[in-house]
């Protein structure tokens, strides 16, 4: 069977970032999220980076940072949109790379890059943009003749290039990396990739969504247990919708229990039934949800202090989940926060 190369595709259209800094963002010092993560698990202080992607429904996304105070994120990270970024020339005219340049001059910033239809040419081009931190992915989206099986070879070349002037992250699969495809998981596979990510060089990994935290708890201590010590953030899901939920479910195999499964499906068609009904419904159902797993996480005393939230651009949700986590009192210094903390382990 014949296959063809598509050309590259010239990006004549102006991707124009549509980003509102927080008044008091007027540097940044360390652009690197490697130091600045071990600093606050140091200090065993509840720190977060969002995710965003560069669209919403087509439209360049509008981040308005104000919306997260009085606690900002410790960092931004960008989703890799693969199948409509991988031919664009020239590489730095990506829009998610473009966002991220806007974003890198007032706060930390990760770009994704994944495996799809990666070469050796394209993965220069992106090292030669100089960002501080990548996390490297494989992706879910696989072209059958791809140059690369594995996000190792991402976090190899990133090191041999940058040292230790760069941060790369990679991804951690609490429920298994197969999930998503219809496989019976195999965690102590995944285990091994992941230590060798970590030995070619990885600082710090991020887990994909998870809506179980004992599940999540004991994905923690087998990473441990294989000898994996850099530092690990949660993964946290902002859903707004129902539909948005079944899509993530559906590109990742994550799914909630059967009791709130039954609960967000019950009020999905509430809503599609009567549009008078609470918009907020399912998002405040998520805000309890996420609250539950980092206390349950913190309550677990695994040394995990760091969560990444995937907005999924629904900054409303995140918002919403920041003003929550403020009222029990878990951001911050002092002996408020160290109080809740050990108050949530004697639980």
Not at 99 to 116: D, E, G, N, Q, R
Not at 194 to 199: A, R, S, T
Not at 333 to 343: D, H, L, P, T, W
Request: contains cysteine.
């Amino acid at each position: 069977m014949a296959h063809f190369v598509d050309s590259p595709r010239q990006n004549f259209f102006s991707y124009v970032p549509c980003v509102t800094f927080a008044s008091k963002q007027h540097g940044v010092k360390e652009p690197r999220i490697g130091p600045l993560i071990e600093g606050r698990q140091l200090q065993q202080r509840l720190y977060y980076g969002i995710e965003v992607m560069p669209h919403t429904d087509g439209i360049p996304v509008c981040l308005n940072l104000n919306r997260l105070l009085p606690f900002m994120p410790l960092f931004v990270s960008i989703a890799w949109l693969a199948k409509s970024s991988w031919d664009v020339e020239p590489l730095g005219r990506v829009d998610s790379l473009q966002l991220a340049k806007h974003l890198a001059s007032k706060i930390p910033v990760m770009p994704h890059l994944t495996l799809y239809r990666l070469n050796d040419e394209r993965l220069d081009q992106f090292l030669d943009l100089n960002f501080s931190n990548v996390l490297a992915l494989r992706g879910s989206t696989i072209y059958e003749n791809q140059t690369y099986a594995y996000s190792k070879t991402i976090v190899e070349r990133a090191k041999e290039k940058f040292k230790d002037k760069a941060t790369v992250c990679v991804a951690g699969f609490p429920e298994g990396y197969n999930i998503a495809e219809g496989e019976p998981p195999d965690l102590k596979i995944h285990l091994h990739y992941l230590k060798e990510k970590v030995d070619a060089g990885a600082d710090c990994i991020i887990t994909q969504a998870c809506y179980r935290p004992e599940i999540i708890i004991d994905y923690v201590k087998k990473v441990r247990a294989a000898g994996i010590t850099v530092p690990i953030m949660v993964g946290i899901a902002a859903h707004e919708s129902f539909k948005k939920y079944k899509t993530i479910e559906k590109e990742q195999g994550a799914r909630l229990p059967p009791r709130l499964h039954e609960k967000l499906a019950k009020m999905g068609n509430k809503f599609e039934k009567d549009v008078r009904t609470d918009p907020h419904l399912i998002r405040n159902l998520f805000v309890r949800i996420n609250v539950n797993i980092i206390c349950q996480i913190l309550k677990a005393d695994i040394q995990v202090y760091g969560f990444q939230i995937f907005t999924l651009n629904n900054f409303g949700a995140t918002a919403g989940l920041l003003r929550e986590l403020r009222q029990q009192k878990l951001f911050g210094e002092g002996s408020n926060r160290n109080n809740k903390i050990e108050a949530l382990r004697k639980l």
